[in-house]
């Protein structure tokens, strides 16, 4: 069974840093991309960014761009997202999620139940 | 970047009914490359609808999509109980985007 179990989300101050955790099991998880999408409270799905399964190659959103760093360690079946330099609109539940296929091309078959980071003075 | 446009934004409809939920692009989009979730509140999203009309792995046979271009749908032949929730159309050929959702809400 597949199963994804986020953590490391907390209460930031503007401008403060966190990394969250995403623990992944049930699958070969360095065969598969694996991405970040966030929901602020009360708002839709937003897409952060997504990282192959080598972890050679990464990408971003502009609004997360030179902030965030998603990485992985597949020794450890775990997949991070570092965020630097936190701002008040980057309050949300962030998902990881695995992909469907092993193309960059695919949507999210299976997703962790989320952690809440809240960037607030 | 691509826009998906959901509509309508709020749908009411009763249980047994049936539910038809649309998601524009801002400009063409590949079927092979459009999805559909459901979501629950406090949940993560649940993938339905791959590839624009291919149901992911233990998707009821009443979801189904359709759709190519610009112009996507989901729908949900019969309503059960379960199905109230809110649906989210995601493109993953240019970058990924969702749309804003729908909220399908008991009537």
């Known amino acids: 069974e597949v199963q994804l179990l986020e953590s490391g989300g907390d209460l930031v101050q503007p401008g403060g840093s966190l990394r969250l955790s995403c623990a992944a099991s049930?699958?070969?998880?360095?065969?598969?991309?694996m991405n970040w999408v966030r929901q602020a409270p009360g708002k839709g799905l937003e897409w952060i960014s997504v990282i192959s399964g080598s972890g050679d190659n990464r990408y971003y959103a502009d609004s997360v761009k030179g902030r965030f760093t998603i990485s992985r360690d597949n020794s450890k079946n775990t997949l991070y997202l570092q965020m630097e330099s936190l701002r008040v609109e980057d309050t949300a539940v962030y998902y990881c999620a695995k992909w469907l296929g092993r193309t960059w091309q695919n949507p999210s078959d299976y997703w962790g139940q989320g952690t809440l980071v809240t960037v607030s003075s | 970047e691509v826009v998906l446009t959901q509509s309508p934004g709020t749908l009411s409809l009763s249980p047994g009914e049936r539910a038809t939920l649309s998601c524009r692009a801002s400009?063409?989009?590949?079927?092979?490359?459009l999805g559909w979730y459901q979501q629950k509140p406090g949940q993560a999203p649940r993938l339905l609808i791959y590839g624009a009309s291919s149901r992911a792995t233990g998707i009821p046979d009443r979801f189904s999509g359709s759709g190519s271009g610009t112009d996507f749908t989901l729908t949900i032949s019969r309503l059960e109980p379960e199905d109230f929730a809110v649906y989210y159309c995601?493109?993953?050929?240019?970058?990924?985007?969702f749309g804003q959702g729908t909220k399908l809400e008991i009537k």
């Open positions: 049930g699958f070969t998880f360095s065969t598969y991309i």
């Open positions: 995601q493109q993953y050929g240019v970058s990924y985007t």
């Open positions: 400009q063409s989009v590949s079927s092979t490359y």
